[in-house]
């Protein structure tokens, strides 16, 4: 028997419902929403969880809640998947819907949104990406780095090393072609080529266009591989490195929020503790590689894994 009761769940959501209608509440009652629906993510069975996600997205509240933009977005996924480029300019702030168009409930809806923590962890990704594209412009002279998964590639906006034009070459690549067509608007200017292809066409490659390079990140990528599919991608990554490249990648951490993205939004990520992370590198012989490092951030909900290979040991360097 969990704490949550099956029978209550109804007159639960019919409760929040009600208090999100109070302008005055919005922002506790829906921080509330949030600890209930982690509590019931956390006891119920998965098959359970799966079918209150339904039964979630089919009363009231889940209207209320498609009220604000971003959730809309997250929900109807426009794209075809979750978590698109666009969504994550949402996330963070860079497109957000003026006030002066939205009621006042909605607004603060989504500005509760955008509060929540994993969606502040979304814009420390951002800012710790343009941070350490920095200070790998420190480390290698005129690097040339390759983003998978690229997005929009939003963090070389921050990036002043890319600015000074400290990077020799800069590779984004992505499934999705309307992503790159922004970042070929937004950031040609800067020397970024942009390249559609897919994750299964890397790893039959075995290795990024682009390579080998110095440097490769991938921040959003890994939440939605499974483990084997991520463990192949890994050594196709390392195999695109130069000897002392470095590979980044991020992943979120078993988190609270992921009971609102997976309720409100139907948006569910794999989530990796710091053993997974380290697991990620099970294919690729341990002579290649530097020590694996993780860093988080301050809530622990999105991990990094930095990775480097040796430089003194003879390396096998791709071929186009």
């Not at 971003?70 to 994550?88: E, S």
């Not at 559609?196 to 990140?217: C, F, K, L, R, Y």
Request: with cysteine; hydrophobic share 40%.
């Amino acid at each position: 028997m969990t704490i949550v009761d099956i029978r209550t769940i109804d007159w639960e959501l019919d409760e929040h419902h009600h208090d999100l209608s109070d302008p005055k509440s919005i922002q506790v009652t829906y921080n509330r929403l949030c600890d209930w629906l982690a509590q019931c993510r956390a006891e119920l069975p998965p098959a359970a969880w799966h079918e209150f996600c339904h039964r979630f997205r089919e009363h009231p509240l889940a209207d209320m809640l498609c009220r604000d933009p971003f959730i809309v977005r997250a929900l109807t996924k426009p794209r075809g998947y979750a978590g698109d480029a666009v969504l994550l300019d949402m996330a963070y702030r860079l497109h957000e819907p003026s006030t002066q168009h939205l009621d006042p409930i909605t607004a603060l809806l989504n500005q509760a949104t955008l509060n929540r923590p994993a969606i502040k962890a979304a814009r420390w990704r951002r800012r710790t990406l343009s941070e350490q594209l920095d200070h790998y412009a420190t480390r290698y002279a005129n690097p040339t780095m390759v983003s998978v998964a690229a997005g929009h590639l939003r963090e070389i906006a921050d990036s002043q090393s890319v600015h000074d034009g400290l990077y020799a070459d800069i590779w984004a690549l992505d499934q999705d072609r309307e992503s790159l067509d922004v970042i070929d608007h937004d950031y040609r200017h800067l020397g970024v080529h942009t390249q559609q292809t897919s994750v299964a066409e890397i790893i039959a490659a075995g290795h990024t266009p682009g390579a080998p390079t110095d440097i490769i990140t991938s921040s959003g990528l890994y939440d939605y591989l499974d483990r084997y599919t991520a463990a192949t991608l890994t050594t196709a990554l390392i195999n695109s490195l130069r000897p002392g490249g470095t590979l980044l990648i991020a992943n979120v951490a078993p988190f609270q929020d992921a009971a609102l993205l997976e309720a409100a939004m139907d948006w569910f990520l794999i989530e990796r503790t710091a053993t997974q992370m380290l697991q990620l590198l099970d294919h690729v012989p341990k002579a290649r590689i530097s020590k694996p490092t993780l860093f988080s951030d301050s809530n622990h909900i999105v991990t990094f894994l930095e990775v480097s290979a040796k430089s003194g040991i003879p390396w096998p360097v791709p071929s186009e």
